[in-house]
């Protein structure tokens, strides 16, 4: 009887340590996993931002470090400057190859006529098909009557906000300025998220683990495209 006690005893603490064991080695996993998925959700949107941005940019000359600003005009106003050539068919001699000239000499003998007109630039990416974020939305993409629906819209707005925690909503950290190079004002931006917010319903030893493993290889321990003291618009996460 009391063998058979000990012997359940002991398989019991055999079962305890393998569970133990287990977690050890599946913790740090699912913690890469979640990791990683909060990355992917979160490159997705700063992706968008940067296209938002240069988009901007390309309308009025700088970026944008309000989500407010940023936002209302690309949506609300046709700002974008647009030059639209049309060819003159009907005033091209047979035997002329518009092809074999350059565009000045065409324009000048009126085989191309160019007009500037200002378009709305959200339309605008959406019909050149570089607005990748919204795609499943635009269905009329590539065309010239896009028409932004509610859902679409709602997209756009959100975009400013973290996808994690869930539950939650705060929105990256956005900057945009002007730095000098070689004697010229260069236009920068900012978006970012700390791994402390992102992750900070996650568990917290191994946060302050990743976190430290990223500064200790100067990496900034977050997401973010572009940067406020240099002219690029990469990501950390491409």
């Known amino acids: ?13 055999i079962i305890a340590l393998g569970i133990a064991l287990y977690m050890s ?13 909060r990355r992917d959700a979160c490159a997705e949107k700063l992706k968008a931002i940067r296209t938002l941005e240069e988009a901007y940019k390309s309308t009025y000359g700088k970026y944008c470090g309000s989500f407010d600003t940023l936002i209302h005009r690309l949506v609300n106003e046709d700002s974008m400057r647009v ?16 092809n074999e000239m350059t565009e ?3 324009i000048k003998k009126g085989y191309i006529s160019r007009k500037e007109i200002f378009v709305n ?29 509610d859902q679409m819209l709602q997209l756009i707005s959100d975009v400013r906000y973290v996808p994690y925690p869930r539950g939650e909503q705060y929105e990256f950290q956005l900057e945009a300025g002007m730095i000098e190079r070689s004697g010229f004002n260069v236009p ?7 791994l402390a917010d992102l992750l900070k319903d996650m568990d917290h030893q191994q946060v302050i683990n990743k976190i430290a493993e990223l ?18 618009t990469d990501g950390n996460f491409e």
Request: aromatic share 10%; glycine share 4%; charged share 30%.
């Open 25 to 37: 080695i599946m913790e740090p996993v699912k913690f890469d996993n979640e990791y990683s998925k």
């Open 83 to 98: 030059v639209s050539k049309t060819i003159n068919y009907d005033a091209i001699p047979r035997d002329v190859d518009i």
């Open 188 to 194: 920068v931006f900012e978006c970012k998220v700390d």
């Open 121 to 149: 630039p959200i339309k605008k990416l959406l019909e050149d098909g570089k607005f990748p974020y919204l795609d499943a939305e635009a269905v009329l993409k590539n065309t010239e009557n896009v028409q932004l629906t």
């Open 104 to 106: 000045f000499d065409a």
């Open 215 to 232: 500064e200790r290889i100067n990496r900034y321990p977050g997401w973010k495209v572009g940067d406020m003291t240099q002219s690029i």
């Open 1 to 13: 009887m009391k063998r058979n006690i000990i012997q359940i005893g002991l398989a019991l603490v």
